[in-house]
């Protein structure tokens, strides 16, 4: 038992961090709102970094390893605050052809990023339905919450070709819920990290603003939301990849509840300890936060996967 | 990252599990809550089989004594333990867990001699002499003094929140030796016997009801300097190393309590009582995250050899639940059970001792605002 990482689980990390720092600095993600959040280009840099076929075997052009190096690569992601439907072209690969590609309940309201998507997939009580983006009908929602995300309003979705099964469809409501779940680890992290660094250098009353105990407790309580996340996600990988060690559905249900609510709670607090400048659109935090908002709906809410730990009890 | 356990440690849990089921039922029942020489001859005695069986001290180097056991293997000793019902470490907590590792660190082979091979068989009960009146959260600005004469100390004062001192043969202790000197620089850790002149014992009476916690008072009692572990006024360094024990898996058999306490409270919920309902299923999500937060804890000690600061921030969020499920059960149970013997109700006043002992919240935030995140400190004010 070994809940830390290994030296390989550190590098692919690091590299992945390394990618996004050099592919996805911040000036270059509020960018991506021009092309509706996602850029070929860099898109195609991350699929061939092996961002999405990360669990395909290698026999069918994949890296062959699993969702505890998932839930790592998309931390990675979230830290970094990259637009798009990664999850969803995650869980595809191998599944439907197309590089971008978005996944939604077939009650879901809304469709993300749809003019960027190559194939959509719709879940729903009988599976997995391959729906070709360009025959849904909706309205372009106004003014999305977050910038990087456009949404669609739709009616109703075509039903589409069926590309897998009921428990196909509940695989991905799971692996969707960690993978979801890593990214919003990741931007309570990035948030966190943004905090304190601001705490340290911001001066008032002759001091920083991180020297009094007001700001420290705020602080403190992010990290002890980051690393209680933290623990839930990548125990949720670990247990997604070894099903004898436990329940896969309890520990991503744990997992999203838990990293929800990091994200959200550490993107308003990021806010609060910035002030004023906190309320600008220039300081990255309330992007974190919208993002954060937006993935509390996708793979099961909070409330949701709540209930379900309950019913399980 | 893995959660599978190694043969080996799957070996160990496996003959623990049978040595359990093997012994169990020879335990007398546990005595009444306040018959504390009861007490100390039920949790004594369970320490002595625990000894006679190889499993004191399992974290303890095999070379006083201990088991030896990895950090894993702590964890499964304690997780097994307190699923098979077998008696809590009880009145041997101090020793086990606080004064015992500090000796280890710190004390002389003389003194090892004396007290390890006790501690480890039950024949030796520990209570702590650190909280005074006037020093909590700030603990080195403690005032109990000790005064050099000839090869004595000569100690008067007053301690608070001492466990199991109405039953302890020892008590880690800790005094000012030199009042001018900064108050961090002026403390020693002394063994203190109880059987000593001039000690004065009165019990705590807490809001649980309990009385396992009293006031010690001293008045002119002579310590031999042969006791002293470590050097004169280095005595905040030697306390040091019982903190960082403390904050390791201090909480584990409790948090195991705690997720039954949580099954249970969940038979308890009307399948119409949606909010209910969902924070029992957060507050699932938060004891299952808690549990792999103390693995991740126990693979960083088993890495580095310590603890690390994670327990300030497991500390911090095992209380913040361990309330909030007390809040639920209290709206659940309604009027159907207003009694200190529900265990429910008992364990909802017990929470709030969580975020107050061992360091208050605010204090472990101070801890992790700045010994983790690397704020500048307040004034004078100081976690080291």
Redesign the interface.
Known sequence: MDLELTSDERDLQEGVRKLCEGRFPMEVVRGLEASGGVDRGRWRELAEAGVFTLRLPESAGGVGLGLREGVLVFEELGRALVPGPLVASSLAAGVVDGEVVGSVERDGLVVESLGSLDALVVRDGSGLWAVDPSEVEGEAVARPLDPLTPLTRVESLPQGSQVGGADEAARWRVEGAALTAALQLGSAEATLDAAVAYAKERTQFDRPIGTFQAVKHILADMLVRVEVARAAVWAAGATLDQPDVGDPARAASAAKVLADEAALANGKAAIQVHGGMGFTWEVDAHLHLKRAWVLATQFGSAEHHCEALAAAL | ??????EE?EAFRTELRSWLAEVLPSVPPEPARDDWEGRRRWDTDWQHRLFDAGYAGINWPAEVGGRGASP?EQ?IFLEETEKAHAPYVGVNFVGLLHAGPTLIAEASEEQKARHLPAILKGDQVWCQGFSEPGAGSDLASLRTRAVRDGDDYVISGQKIWTSFAQVADYCELLVRTSPDAPKHRGITWLILPMDSPGIEIRPLRTIAGSTEFSEVFLDEVRVPVANRVGPEDDGWRVAMVTFSFERGTAFVSEMLQTMEL??DL?RL?PETD?SS??????L???L???W??T??N???A??TGVPGV?GS?FK??YSETRNRLGDLAMRVLDRASLSLEDEHVGGRVHAISLGIAAGTS?I???I???R???????RSWTSS
Do not use: C, F, W
């Open positions: 990252m893995d959660l599978r356990y190694t440690e894993t964890l949580l099954r969940g919920v949606a309902r969902r924070e029992l299923g957060r699932r999500a938060d299952d995250a808690l792999a937060l693995k991740r126990v693979s960083q088993a890495r994670g921030v911090l969020h605010q472990q935030r101070n992790v605002a700045e983790i995140l690397g704020l500048p400190k307040e």
